[in-house]
């Protein structure tokens, strides 16, 4: 045990990194039982058509069902998963579950719904994409054109030339792609024009402060019109208010996405949504808001 303050706080020091180790060491093994024992869940997010007024996809966002520590958000282990590599077999049983779905919705009816996976840093590095996507196209019988495909800006970036060969390939066979979190990276309007994706997500920190700074507003509205103009569709992410909502949609925002219209919910809540939409929309000229 240590006498002086100096030599307590030290040892303080030292086992705090040897906890944080510890955490992460504990963390990896746990989330490999996880993907053994069938721990995780996708959760869907609602994704509207600010002019159809309706819902026309959902992102699948992965949860970890811990045994003892509850639902775990991708905040609390995706990073660890992508150091270890183990993000590869969790993102493909993600991609697996919401092309599952999709078709199930598909069947069920709702024929506009699109899903969006996300694809981590791991996933569009391995060349073995393109094969995993294909076969889980084939797998699952789904139009390859309602699949969108996720990535960050900083991912794209990394390295253009092959993001460009790969996005292109897997564009080929159907399948869409969408620049996640834009505005949180370089977020120059240059590299743009040089990615073949078909959508542009606006990071939500854009929105949380876009009703109080006038100066927020006019960049909204700036890549919107600078990314329609490359023929890219927009989706805002993060959309909590009612003002925020009147204000993409006075700017030709095509896409939202965010709390005002649901939370991440699981797959068996977000069938109910869809049912209830369509019941309550069939029998009456309800607004989305109004039908919610
Ligand atoms: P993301 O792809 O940008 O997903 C949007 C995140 O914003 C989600 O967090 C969602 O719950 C949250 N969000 C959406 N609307 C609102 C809102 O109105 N207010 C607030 N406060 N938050 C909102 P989530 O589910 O915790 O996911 C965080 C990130 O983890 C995702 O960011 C994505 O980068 C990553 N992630 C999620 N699922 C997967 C996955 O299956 N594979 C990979 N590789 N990454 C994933
Ligand atoms: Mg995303
Ligand atoms: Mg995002
Ligand atoms: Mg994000």
Redesign the pocket.
Known sequence: VAKGMGKSTYCFYDEKINNSLMDKIELQSELRTAIENNEFD??Y?AQIDLEKDRIVGF?????WNHPTKGLI???GF?QVA?ETGL?VP??QW?LLEACKQLKQWEEAGFTEINIA????AR?FKDADIVETVCEVIKETKIDPNKLEL?I?ESIALENMSYSIAMIQKLKSIGVKFSL??FGTGYSSMNYLKHLPVNNL?I??SFLDTVMEDQNDQKIVSTIITLAQTLDLVVIA????SNEQAVFLKNVHCDKA????YS??IPQKDAGFLLEKLRERRNHANLTLEQAL
């Open positions: 996708v959760y997010q992102e699948a966002l992965v949860r958000t991708p905040a995706v992508e993000i969790i993102g993600v996976v996300n694809l981590s996933q996720e960050t996640d979190d997500k990071d939500k992410e993060g959309v909590e996405q965010g709390y005002l939370k991440p």
